[in-house]
């Protein structure tokens, strides 16, 4: 079982900054970043594979997030700057076990943009 917690969200103004956290228990094969804006569906923001370190991006955030991890600490983060209004959401952390590759969720983290 991966216990998925993530940390970090909170409410500020447009082109500020913000650090999620997600840590998850367990030897890990990959950890994503996803969001969910009121009324719309969940949708994918960044993963990192930690076997190889490959990272991928939503192609809304490119250039402005940066995902990374820390494997003493068993920690991903989301880097996101030059937020948004568009950038509020729930922000949830997923990880992937590498043992069975069964995905698990966090509980999410509210990050809001306004002025």
């Known amino acids: 079982q991966v216990q998925v917690t993530e940390s970090g969200g909170g409410s500020v103004q447009p082109g500020e900054s913000l650090r999620l956290s997600c840590v998850a228990s367990g030897v890990i094969y990959a950890t994503s970043w996803f969001r969910q804006a009121p009324g719309k569906e969940r949708e994918f923001v960044a993963t990192?594979?930690?076997?190889?370190?490959?990272?991928q991006y939503a192609d809304s955030v490119k250039g402005r997030f940066a995902i990374s991890r820390d494997d003493a600490k068993s920690t991903t983060y989301l880097q996101m700057n030059n937020l948004k209004p568009e950038d509020t959401a729930v922000y949830y952390c997923?990880?992937?076990?590498?043992?069975?590759?069964?995905?698990?969720w966090g509980q999410g983290t509210q990050v809001t943009v306004a002025s």
């Open positions: 997923r990880a992937v076990a590498l043992s069975s590759l069964q995905m698990y």
């Open positions: 990192i594979n930690w076997r190889v370190d490959a990272t």
